[in-house]
Every structure is written in C-alpha cells, then in structure tokens.
C-alpha cells in the first residue's frame, strides 16, 4: 500500500488486517517509513490467510497494489514486483485504460480524493479507497471493513468514514488489462530515506505557487521566507519555482506582501 | 551586542544548504538552517545530534549521541585548538530536545567551561522526529502526544523552560534569542556570535506545522505572531549582565491571535488563555525593565 | 631513561604524556581519581606544551569529548571505572563504530562494589574496542604508548581499552622505568586521522550521504575483521617495542610462565595473573609442574596462541575475575569455544574468584594448579565451574 506520511496509509493497513480478522482469517500489517515525516512517501505491508501469519519479511511481491496518492499513483514503482496478473487499485481521477503503469497487471481506479473532500471535507483518502479494495478484490467485505473503522474511528467520526467507504464501493471502476507490457527504464524511487539532501521533491506538492511577475515588487520576502531555498531569483529581480525542490507548502505565497504568488492545485492532484 | 546591520538587500544570495531536503513541508527547521548557514560560511565543523533534518549543509559533519552535544563541540574546539586549527570553527546545530533536556548536561557544563564553541538551537517546542512528543520547550497548555487532552489532561501542565536565561547564568560571552519571522535579525546576531570566543548560545524558534498543527503556508506568520505578541521575545544578553530588547512594538498583539490558529492550542478555555497572556504582560514588563537598565539580574 | 617508585595510576599518566596525548576529558571516581589529578598537574605545569585538558562534567561527556577530539585529529585519552564505564557505554560504542584510535584506561571498579572485578570492563565486551589487561605498573606505562600504535595502525583503527586492577595496582607504588621521550617519539609517530574533517580537506562529495545506505551487514563485517586484525598488530607492536626498549611481554597477546614441560597450564589476567606466578614457582618447587599463561589481549581472543599451547598440555585451568549473571566466566567460555573444533579434546575447567575486591592468594592459585593438574592426571573435576 502505498501513500504519503499524513494520509493514513498505514492506519488503513491496520483497518484491512481488522477487516480480514473478523472475518476469522489471520493477517498483519507491516508499516515501513524511517523518522516521522509529513508528504513523504511511504508503504505499508499486508498479509492475509487463512492460518497465522509467520513470516515478517516485506511483501516483496504482491498480490495486490494499492495507492492512495493521485502523484504516487503515476508512478511505475507502485506496479513493480506484483505476482503475474497481479492487481493495481489507484487513487485517480482517471478511468483505468489512461493509466501508463506497466506489466503483467491488471488495474482500476477510483477518484478517492474527491469522495474524501466530500465526505470527510478533507483530502484524507485512506478510508476512502478501502470500499473500492472491497468491491474490486472481494477479499474483504463491505461490512467487514466497516467493522473495523468503527475500531480505529468512533461515533460521528466512524460515520464520515463509512459514507466514504460505501462511495467508493459504488464507485470503483472495473479491472482494466494494462495496455504497457514493458516498465520504463528510468523510474521514480519511492524509498525515501528520514534524512540527507533529496533528488526530487515535486512528487510531494499538492499546490505550487503561480507567480505574477507584473505584481511583484522585487522584495525578495519569498526568497528568503522558502524553507527550502526553492525559489531562484532571476537576473530581471523576480523569483521563479525551482521544480526539484519546491514542496508546495505555500509559505511564500502566504508571505507576498501584494500576493504576487497563488497557491495552484498541481494538475491530476 | 550585534553591531551589523543587514538589509534585506545584503543577504548573502549564496545557499549554504543542500536543497531539497528531506523535512516536512513548511518546516520552520529548515529555514532557520538556511538562514543561520548563509552567514557561517564554509570553515566550520558542523555538529549534529539526533533532531530532525532540517538541512544537509557544505561542511564536515560530526554526529554524536543524543545526550553528546555540548560535550562533542568541547571535543572539537579543544581538538581544534592542539592540532593549530583554531580557524576553524566548532558549530552545533541542535533542537530543543538535544537543548533542554537530554543534553542539557553537557551544555551547561561547556557554558560553565566556557568552551569556545557556537550552539544554534532550532526550538520546535517538542520531540518532532519522534512523532511529537512533549520536550522540557514544549509551552504551558500545549496538546503533545505524550500529553495528550482529555479528561484527566489539559495537556502540558508545566511553563516553557527559560533556557535563555538559564544559560545566561553561566555569565558566558553571549546569549540571544531569534526568529525564522525576523530574518535579518538573526542573521545579524549568527554574524555577531561567529567571531566571539567563548561559549555561545543562539535560540531560534522553528514553528512546526505537523506538530504544532497548523497550516503549513502560516509558519513564518506564526512566528512573526509569536514575537509580537511577546510570547517569543527577540533579546541578547552577555555575560550575564548587559541585556537588550531588539524588538519593541509600541504594544504586544493579543496572545490569542499566536494560539488560535495552533491545533495543540484548540482546547484552551478562555480562562487558559487569560492566564497565559498574564503571564506574557508580566514577563514582557520584566524584560522592557531589564532592557531600561540594560542589565538583568541573574 | 630514568626510574621512579610510581602508583599505577601515575604510571598511566606518564604513558600519556611520553604518547603526547593532545586532549585529555576526565571525571574522577574510585580507584582512578588520581590519574585525573596527574594530568592536571601536567597540564598545570606546562610540561606538555599544547596539551588541552578538560574536566568534564560526568564519564558520558568524556567520552564525547574525547571522540569528537580523536575525529578532528587530536590524539586523546580518557579513563574510568566500574559505573563510571557503564555511564559511558552509550557514545563508547560511537567512538568504535566511528574507527577512532582512542585509549582508555579503565581502572577495574566492579559493577557491585568499589573494589576491583573485571565486570566493568567485560560489561562492555559488544563494544567493538579492542581489550588489554596488564598486570602491574611497568606493564601500564609501556602498554599505554603501545596501545596508540596499535589503535592508529590503519588494520586496526579501533580503540583500545586498557584495564588494570584497582587499589591493589592503581595505588600501588612499584618502581617503574621511564623510557626517553625521544626514544618514544621515535617508536610512536604522530596520529593522523583518517579521513580528515578539516573543511579544507574534507571531500564534498561526501556531503549529504543517506543514513543507512548500503549493505547493513557491511559494517559489522569490516568491524569483525578490524578487531581480529588485533591479534597481528598486537604481536609485531610488542615486538617492536622489545627490541627497541628491552622489555617484553610474551607476544603481546598472551605471556607464558613455566609451560615449558608443564602438565597443565592455568590462566589468569591482571594482576591475578602476577599472583599466580609466584603460586607456580610453589608448585613447580613442589614437583607440581604447572604453567601460567597470562592473558593479555582478550580482544581479540588468543585463539591461535591456546590452539597451539592446548597441544601440549593436559588441561586448562582458566581464572576468571568476573561472572556474568547465568553465564559464569566469560574467559571461559571464549576458551572453550576456541578449542571445540580441535583433534584433541583438551578438558578446560573454570574458576571464578576475586569478586568485588575479594583477596585472591597465592595459596589459592596454588590449590587451583593443583585441581587442573589433578584433572590433566585424568581424574575428574569437582565442578565444571568452581567458586573460589
């Protein structure tokens, strides 16, 4: 399962586990992140049988793949290793034959964060990709999975998640033979290690900041405000996105004292 | 005192930093790293403990246990001092954990050697590479993981640890407080601070938007709010004895409008909040004192 | 060369200063407070001329200070006992990872009193150091400058911890040689860290490196073979140092006492070991032909050294002066574990004695020669393991 740190991909690896237990099977859920880190990626581990689950080693080849983030979804390392015609479930905002991801696979989509912003207000998608997995995969049923968020989400809070459930249990898409064979050859790592200098972070913006040149006065307020030195000042005194290593995290545009900058929603996010 | 003054037109344009790197988004952390690095330059050994990223930066770094901070920048500058090389410089890049509470020890006994070392605190006000939980510079009322709300709770029930001044009382060459809101003001004091010998101590606060709970475009807000509200005084003391304000607004804003916007702050009542701003008007009345007499008693 | 009636910890202190230690970080306790006040009396004298000496607030922190020293490329020293090595075993498994030559002297305190045990020093045996100990204060001066070259010697890179016996070593006086500095300059070049981390000679190519990259086994690996590699840098150093000063100590690793044609060896460290020497003439004058071999690097074990010797002899008495809670000695076991695969079966019996500080007499060695010789007789021990 894969997803970011802050959107419950690994609360929703417990909720399956739960689900497939009171369903009287074994299983467990395998969290796999370094140090606490909002926006980064992450992947958690299930298994499920029918007897006690023994070894502790990573899932390193799936039977099936799940991805919580629009981004993450784009990309190929969430359908490597999978068992043949293994399974690939995405949060998109697509129907399955516009996916590139590649392989002996099979896959379908569900547009998880838009049931998320209208259920739960919030683009939290774990719950919200868990009815699909129950409709499209029947590994699990519909009241199984929420039994168990009635677990981990009580009272009002259970219901928003339920809503979200049964919404993306009526809408997940069917399973779409994946039209590439062949994975590409230059692939984004998904590991992110806790500390050190990063390749690549536009994986993680949500929103980057459109800049109004006409607008700006040149102050420099958002250069010096980026926690991440992500904006470049040009030689015609203005600043520019640099793409690596902006976050979207909005600081600059919050910061712009004649809001120059607008925080945009990244397309496909 | 910091006698440079630097506009905003003098900043270095050179990044000391090794971007991106790998914290969270918004992270207060990683732009007092920024700033504080830009003006350090490169002859410097760069000592960490476990904290969380903030930045990669151009220098030789030294690690060491978590409790080991003060102890390994003694190790270094005395190191530094028998091999000949007293032009490089020892530079400790700390968080309040490694500050406050488990390397408190070895701090204050290098302020009370006065070893000839700079430690730059980043104070996130809690254990955020562990998830969040409460630090000796976690603030009164402040909702953790380790103190969470609820019936029993009204989160952390103990005030903020006055390690400015605490260190202070080690009468060392120099102690200032600073804000990521404020950048030139804390550049202007890492400038002061590099070339002075002796033990010193800079206290940056690095408002955190996973822990603290906000929105992550609102840090530099938070922290601009945090001054003016007089919950995060910007000052510097040396020696002990000479003391000065560097900010004084003509009036402090509410300390509502620094609490309200942080989730760790949600549950307070408004009693609770009341008894902070007390708190606040009390101790801003002391320091504007301290700051008439340009001493502070210790 | 001169010579002066000195304590044992006087004798560490001297080793320090001929080794031309740059940074020294001490916190006194019990039995090795003294050496802590040597060499601040060096430092207070000036006769050290760059020596930086730092009294450290507590052992954590020496041990810190000191690493941090080593890294930059000063060479350092620092020194403890019982609780105080257990308050430092957080960052001095640090010091071992980050391959830094460090020397420590560790003045056995037990972990269950004030009076000398090993339990300090084998409390810490995962620490990844190399471990030496020396029997009487000749042995700590000429082990103290040796123990540099050893650590600094690009094979080894570790460092090295040298323990020696509380009150009745370290507050024992003895006449000691001190050899010339010049002569010690010449055996013991300067120490070069490696790598340097001096910003102007560092590699930026090394900036930002992951956490964690890499084979996670590898470094356990280059770590093991390290540590073995002791075994001959330990024998050439001493012999070096036998040549050039006249003074040997066996091998370097172990030191043999009457085992030539003996029947049985026993085996002790420390100053037991000194103890038992004079038990064996009893023995030997006794028509009882016992030999001592005195175990000097128990990391890395002997192992080659008790292959060999295991041939010759009947069986093996090993001494141990701590016991680990379930576990008894661990000397041992690393004995046993050494001669398991071997064609012949060599009986190792084991003794457990002098804990917390209990008086270990010649007449007990003598009764525990006795025992061994019985055993290599063909009779049968009265336990595997005997108390003392």
Redesign the interface.
């Known amino acids: 399962m894969h997803g970011r740190g802050g959107q419950g991909a690994v609360t929703a690896s417990r909720i399956i586990a739960t689900a497939a237990y009171e369903e009287g099977k074994y299983s467990q859920a395998i969290p796999m992140y370094g140090t606490e880190r909002r926006g980064a990626p992450l992947t958690a581990y299930v298994r499920i049988d029918d007897v006690r689950v023994r070894e502790r080693e990573l899932v390193h080849n799936p039977d099936i793949s799940l991805c919580f983030d629009p981004l993450i979804s784009l990309q190929q390392a969430v359908a490597n290793d999978l068992k043949p015609k293994g399974k690939v479930l995405l949060n998109v905002p697509f129907t399955p034959d516009k996916s590139e991801l590649a392989g002996d696979i099979e896959i379908a989509t569900v547009n998880a964060t838009s049931i998320a912003l209208e259920t739960l207000g919030r683009p939290i998608t774990n719950t919200a990709l868990l009815g699909a997995f129950a409709k499209a995969t029947s590994i699990v049923k519909l009241e199984s999975v929420e039994k168990a968020i009635k677990k981990y989400f009580p009272g009002r809070l259970g219901d928003m998640n339920i809503a979200a459930v049964r919404k993306s249990y009526e809408l997940v898409s069917p399973w779409v033979t994946a039209k590439n064979k062949v994975a590409p050859k230059i692939q984004v790592d998904l590991n992110v290690g806790g500390y050190g200098a990063l390749k690549d972070v536009s994986s993680w913006r949500v929103f980057y900041p459109a800049i109004n040149e006409e607008k700006c006065i040149g102050c420099k307020t958002c250069w010096i405000s980026c926690p991440e030195a992500a904006l470049e000042w040009k030689a015609n005194n203005k600043p520019a996105m640099v793409d690596r290593a902006c976050k979207g995290c909005g600081v600059c545009a919050n910061e712009c004292p004649v809001k120059a900058i607008e925080m945009k929603r990244v397309e496909g996010a | 005192m910091s006698t440079q003054r630097m506009t905003?037109?003098q900043?270095p344009?050179e990044?000391m930093?090794?971007?991106?790197?790998?914290?969270?988004?918004?992270?207060?952390a990683?732009?007092a790293a920024?700033?504080t690095f830009k003006v350090l330059g490169?002859?410097?050994?760069r000592?960490g403990i476990p904290c969380?990223?903030d930045?990669?930066?151009?220098?030789?770094?030294?690690g060491?246990?978590f409790?080991?901070g003060?102890?390994?920048?003694?190790?270094?500058s005395?190191?530094?001092?028998?091999?000949?090389?007293t032009d490089?410089k020892a530079v400790g890049f700390f968080g309040d954990g490694g500050t406050y509470d488990i390397g408190f020890?070895?701090l204050?006994?290098a302020a009370?050697?006065n070893e000839n070392i700079l430690v730059i605190t980043k104070d996130n006000e809690a254990y955020?590479?562990?998830?969040?939980q409460r630090s000796g510079g976690t603030p009164k009322y402040a909702e953790t993981t380790t103190n969470p709300v609820g019936p029993n709770s009204r989160g952390k029930n103990e005030p903020k640890k006055n390690i400015p001044m605490i260190f202070a009382a080690h009468y060392v060459p120099y102690i200032a407080t600073a804000s990521?809101a404020f950048?030139e003001d804390l550049m202007q004091k890492v400038m002061y601070a590099k070339d002075i010998e002796g033990f010193r101590l800079i206290l940056i606060q690095a408002p955190c938007?996973?822990g603290w709970r906000f929105?992550?475009?609102?840090?530099?807000?938070l922290a601009r709010a945090g001054v003016q509200a007089g919950v995060w005084p910007l000052y510097e003391i040396e020696h002990g004895t000479t003391f000065k304000l560097n900010y004084k607004p003509k009036e402090l804003k509410p300390v509502s409008e620094y609490l309200k916007p942080q989730s760790r702050f949600r549950h307070m009542t408004e009693i609770e909040v009341n008894e902070i701003q007390a708190n606040v008007a009390a101790n801003w009345q002391r320091l504007l004192k301290a700051d008439e007499m340009k001493t502070v008693v210790l | 060369m001169s010579y002066e009636v000195m304590v044992g910890n006087k004798a560490t202190a001297v080793g320090c200063k001929l080794a031309r230690v740059k940074v020294a970080a001490v916190f006194p306790i019990t039995p090795q407070t003294t050496i802590t006040e040597y060499l601040s009396e060096i430092y207070a004298s000036g006769e050290l001329p760059g020596f930086e000496f730092v009294n450290a607030e507590g052992e954590l922190s020496s041990q810190v200070i000191v690493q941090a020293a080593e890294a930059v490329g000063a060479r350092s020293f620092t020194c403890t006992s019982g609780p105080g090595l257990l308050y430092m075993h957080h960052p001095m498994q640090e010091t071992a990872a980050k391959r830094l030559p460090l020397v420590m002297a560790v003045v056995h305190r037990s972990v269950k009193s004030m009076q000398p045990d090993h339990s300090d020093l084998m409390s810490q045996q995962w620490q990844g150091w190399l471990h030496i100990y020396v029997e009487n204060a000749q042995e700590i001066l000429d082990t103290t400058v040796m123990a540099y070259k050893i650590a600094e010697d690009k094979r080894i890179r570790l460092p090295v911890a040298i323990g020696y016996d509380g009150y009745v070593l370290s507050y024992t006086a003895e006449p000691v040689e001190i050899p010339a500095q010049e002569e010690v300059d010449a055996f013991l070049p300067p120490y070069k860290p490696m790598p340097s981390i001096l910003p102007d000679q560092v590699d930026p190519k090394t900036f930002g490196a992951g956490w964690g990259d890499g084979d996670p086994m590898k470094p356990w690996q280059l770590h093991n073979e390290a540590a073995l590699n002791g075994e001959t840098v330990i024998k050439e150093v001493f012999a070096e140092w036998g040549k050039k000063f006249g003074r040997t100590y066996g091998n370097g690793m172990i030191a043999l006492y009457r085992v030539e044609g003996a029947d049985c060896i026993i085996t002790a460290m420390g100053t037991i070991a000194g103890t038992t020497m004079a038990a064996i003439d009893k023995l030997w004058a006794d028509g009882k032909k016992v030999g001592l071999v005195k175990i000097r690097s128990f990391l890395p074990f002997p192992r080659k050294d008790f292959q060999e010797i295991a041939k010759n002899v009947g069986a093996i008495g090993v001494f141990d002066r701590s016991c680990q809670p379930g576990m008894w000695g661990p000397v041992y076991h690393q004995m046993r574990s050494t001669l398991y695969d071997e064609d012949k079966k060599t009986p190792v019996i084991g003794f457990i004695g002098g804990l917390s500080g209990k008086e270990v007499r010649v007449a007990d060695m003598y009764k525990l020669g006795e025992k061994t010789l019985k055993v290599a007789k063909g009779g049968k021990p009265e336990a595997p393991i005997q108390w003392v």
């Open positions: 905003r037109a900043v344009m990044e930093i090794l971007a991106p790197g790998s914290t969270c988004q918004g992270c207060g990683a732009m920024r700033l490169p002859n410097l050994i000592h969380c990223p930045h990669v930066t151009k220098h030789p770094r030294v060491a246990v409790e080991g003060g102890a390994s920048l003694t190790g270094t005395r190191g530094l001092k028998a091999i000949g090389r490089v020890q070895g204050s006994a009370e050697r955020m590479n562990t998830g969040g990521v950048p938007p996973v929105d992550p475009a609102k840090t530099v807000e």
